[in-house]
């Protein structure tokens, strides 16, 4: 279940260390940078700047307590909420590719030399 979950998370946006780490954080609780690098398998030397970009996403908190610096994951409809972040901001970024579709047109029409064979791969 574990992967699944990780596989999901990565489809939303998340890197590899941060699903790793979000699911370890879930499972944990609040926690030590020491027990989140041994539940996450994740490099101690870049635990703290993935646990830094889960703190920016807002997926997790971070307190210190006796000199400890201690995460949590924050509740998992934040999940719903940062996808809802992203849509906004791809549906931005449509807009302006939309502004300047007429300009990149108008560009391509004033080529001077068209392709006589057009070969794609992909999906499209």
Do not use: H, N
């Amino acid at each position: 279940m574990e992967d699944q979950l990780k596989a999901t998370l990565k489809e939303i946006g998340l890197t590899e260390g941060e699903a790793k780490s979000y699911v370890a954080l879930i499972s944990l609780g609040t926690s030590s940078v020491g027990a989140i690098i041994e539940k996450a398998g994740i490099s101690a030397s870049k635990a703290y700047v993935i646990l830094d970009r889960l703190i920016k996403k807002g997926f997790a908190s971070m307190v210190v307590e006796q000199g400890v610096k201690l995460f949590t994951a924050t509740e998992p409809e934040r999940l719903i909420e940062y996808m809802d972040e992203q849509k906004s901001k791809l549906e931005s970024r449509k807009e302006d590719v939309k502004k300047i579709l007429p300009y990149l047109k108008a560009q391509k029409a004033s080529a001077t030399k068209e392709p006589i064979v057009e070969v794609t791969k992909g999906k499209r």
